[in-house]
């Protein structure tokens, strides 16, 4: 694949070294075959491939003066000298250079980059970083250097590999390698080309290029590390005898053997995952058991408790996962992918353990509920009554307004809005203001806050989120503040104040994205709630856009809201005119729904909404007629819904049946469903739809007003007429747009200026109306 812009930079640069440093596998060979494959312009180009290997200060030197012409046994000093005296410019390329340099070559390589006057051009691939004085040469201008970042593989470098070599491989497969590839180019080009043995001709290259070139001892650390989701220099030299894990550590993160830092103070480590995944039976077994056990408490110690558990499980120690499950801060489940860990973790922990005491039962029925399993969340929180009576009158109150907390969310994401708000206010009312009862304090405002929304009382709800939000930022807690931030944000887009809502939209995204994290479900809801107003300000190439950037952060996330990005990406098909794929987008929504045990009642009603919106986007004001009339029966305005859908959900569906009966002529019925629209959303606080029926009312109203003064209410322009006489000539907007020498969009332009100003709605009407005003011969 060429790389035109960096073999350029490489060609055409005119520092004293150029340095391409990354792993194997990231085409820094093939970049220097591509930036001088017509030699260098205006230089003599010469050209050392050292294969890793070391090569002694007299070898070295000896080629240099052979391929330049000078005796075999010019020394290094002479050399030097020679390389100084004026002449033509050379291009020197170290091709695979080796890391560990004996003093003496790392000596006469500074000698050489500092000699003040000096004809040679230093250009270096290699993995390791040299031991050269590189800050002085980058504060001179005197360096290019090229890491992983600048070498790795682009999103359009690898659809282009794609249709290379594996044009017949699916998008879902095609996706998956590129999610575990991470801009690796020999990876992705393996896996790609190799099928179904892509895996094992991967391994093989990494045996190869990377295994060979490290020692016993680094190996047998780096395949134990395959196995760690973290490590550190302490952890490491805990784990292996003598300190020799932290020595390896520093020597495999020197060598560049696809060790990934987690922090930006590169305290913790992990294997890239890909890399680790390939090597996981590099280890032997009783090994492998020791280090897990060890790894456990270790990374226990350190606080890293989620991973402390994922290694108590994996070493079959369940009643150790417990217990350190019992010890995890309350909202360590709302960041990353801590939900689906918690899940994954109730399927491995038997059931006597899973209800052995308050704190796992609570952390069980909570992980249930925010994934949507409202039934099971239920059934797992039936089993705190075995606690209750508490042994204090405290413990008893507290523990009792953990229940409620959860008994009201899930009363609430099944509809029953009265049960649900008495219950999240009884156990606000005693819930300490401490970090242990935060969590429960976050989930009655969250559910209270969405009760008050679906009850219509919207302004009621942005005055309690406010408060809640004011809570968590007291409390420090980022993660809860992002989401009380996304209520809010949801809160002003149905009162339809768009623009405020953007401008705090993009306050709350920036904090959040300066966080870092490659995966952030937090960061994708908010992205979902940008993509549902530039959707609602008639911006869909932006919403489009805001989708895709959110599904990376929505990826294997079990939770209800990713439903949002199925539906956001069907309204988007829908309005570019792309019927099928919003109805595929639906139909993925509804399977991602149901692989996930989402309840029906959660998800379902939306699912049917959308499928109505389709309707109207095809125009077909029968079908919208006809199933919004059952929708509208099996949801009607006031009633109950769960809080997991928006609060408009009922009004929107008589939205739409008004807008049918608009269009098919049943003016009176259009009118009345509009007046109870108007007057409700009025009542509720929801001004977005509201401006939206009352523009439709008013469009009613200057129809029927046309209507009465004869229709015809402006003149058309000379263009409009030109249109207008070709749509009576029955030609279509492409062909109109043709003879015109217009665009289809200024046709459709005109072709509604003309009904507008004819008082008509269809071009039926429009034709016969003209020709009855004698418009049209």
Not at 243 to 251: M, N
Not at 351 to 376: C, K, M
Request: charge should be neutral.
């Amino acid at each position: 694949m060429p790389r035109g812009a960096l073999a350029a930079a490489v060609r055409d640069g005119r520092q004293r070294l150029t340095l391409l440093c990354a792993p194997a596998g990231y085409g820094k060979t093939v970049l220097l075959c591509e930036s001088f494959a017509g030699g260098a312009a205006g230089e003599n180009l010469l050209w050392l491939s050292c294969r890793g290997q070391v090569p002694g200060l007299a070898e070295l030197c000896s080629k240099i003066a052979l391929a330049l012409g000078f005796p075999a046994a010019t020394g290094p000093v002479q050399l030097l000298r020679l390389l100084g005296l004026p002449g033509r410019p050379l291009r020197l390329v170290l091709d695979d250079l080796a890391g560990d340099l004996c003093l003496e070559l790392n000596n006469w390589f500074e000698q050489l980059l500092h000699l003040p006057e000096c004809r040679v051009r230093l250009c270096v691939s290699c993995r390791q970083r040299p031991a050269w004085d590189l800050p002085s040469l980058l504060l001179r201008g005197d360096l290019l250097e090229l890491g992983v970042a600048q070498l790795c593989m682009s999103h359009r470098d690898y659809e282009a590999v794609c249709c290379r070599i594996a044009a017949d491989a699916d998008e879902a497969q095609r996706e998956d390698i590129w999610l575990r590839c991470g801009g690796w180019w020999g990876a992705a080009c393996l896996l790609l080309a190799g099928n179904s043995q892509g895996r094992t001709l991967l391994r093989d290259y990494l045996q190869r290029e990377v295994l060979v070139r490290l020692t016993d001892g680094e190996r047998r650390v780096f395949h134990g590390l395959c196995h760690l989701p973290r490590f550190s220099a302490e952890l490491c030299a805990q784990l292996w005898e003598a300190g020799a894990g932290a020595l390896a550590l520093g020597r495999l993160l020197h060598l560049q053997v696809f060790i990934q830092p987690l922090d930006a103070e590169e305290h913790w480590y992990r294997v890239q995952p890909l890399v680790a995944s390939l090597l996981h039976d590099a280890i032997a077994p009783d090994e492998l058991a020791r280090l897990r056990l060890h790894a456990c408490r270790l990374l226990s110690l350190a606080g890293q408790l989620h991973d402390a558990i994922d290694q108590a499980l994996r070493a079959r120690q369940p009643e150790v996962a417990a217990t350190y499950m019992e010890r995890l801060k309350p909202s360590w489940q709302l960041a990353d992918r801590h939900l689906r860990r918690v899940l994954e973790w109730r399927r491995q922990l038997p059931g006597e353990l899973l209800e052995g005491t308050p704190r796992l039962i609570y952390l069980s029925s909570l992980a249930l509920l925010l994934s949507g399993r409202v039934g099971e969340a239920e059934l797992s929180l039936a089993g705190l009554s075995r606690f209750l009576p508490a042994a204090t009158a405290e413990h008893n109150r507290l523990l009792l307004a953990h229940w409620q907390a959860l008994a009201g969310g899930i009363q609430a994401f099944r509809g029953e809005l009265d049960g649900a708000e008495r219950r999240c206010r009884e156990a606000l009312a005693n819930l300490r203001d401490e970090p242990r009862d935060w969590l429960s304090h976050l989930l009655c405002q969250f559910t209270l806050g969405r009760v008050l929304q679906a009850s219509g009382r919207v302004r009621e709800a942005q005055t309690h989120w406010h408060a809640a939000l004011e809570q968590a930022r007291r409390q420090g807690c980022q993660d809860s503040e992002a989401l009380l931030q996304g209520e809010c944000l949801r809160g002003l887009m149905l009162a339809g104040e768009l623009e405020l809502a953007g401008l705090l939209l993009e306050d709350g995204l920036q904090g959040r994205a300066q966080a870092g994290l490659d995966w952030d479900p937090v960061l994708g809801r908010l992205m979902l709630t940008r993509a549902d107003l530039l959707l609602a300000q008639g911006a869909v190439e932006d919403a489009d856009l805001a989708l895709r950037a959110a599904l990376p952060h929505l990826r294997d996330c079990d939770a209800p809201f990713v439903l949002g990005s199925y539906l956001g990406l069907a309204e988007v098909a829908g309005r570019r005119g792309n019927l099928a794929l919003a109805q595929a987008q639906v139909r993925r929504g509804e399977r991602a729904m149901q692989c996930a045990g989402i309840d029906r009642h959660c998800y379902q009603p939306a699912l049917a909404l959308q499928q109505l919106k389709g309707l109207a986007q095809q125009r077909d004001w029968r079908g919208v007629l006809e199933a919004g009339g059952l929708l509208a029966g099996q949801y009607p305005v006031g009633g109950a819904l769960s809080t997991l859908l928006s609060p408009t959900l009922s009004l929107e569906v008589q939205w739409l049946v008004a807008q049918a009966e608009h269009h098919l002529g049943r003016r009176e019925q259009a009118a009345a469903r509009l007046r109870v629209i108007v007057e409700h959303c009025g009542r509720s606080g929801f001004g977005q739809l509201r401006a939206e029926a009352l523009r439709l009312r008013q469009q009613q109203e200057i129809e029927e007003e046309g209507a009465d003064a004869g229709g015809y209410q402006e003149e058309l322009t000379a263009r409009e007429a030109a249109v207008l006489e070709r749509l009576a000539e029955g030609l279509s907007n492409q062909e109109i747009a043709d003879a015109l020498f217009l665009s289809v969009n200024t046709v459709k332009y005109h072709a509604k200026n003309i009904n507008a100003k004819l008082g008509t709605s269809r071009r039926t009407q429009a034709i016969a109306f003209a020709k009855a005003r004698g418009l049209l011969a």
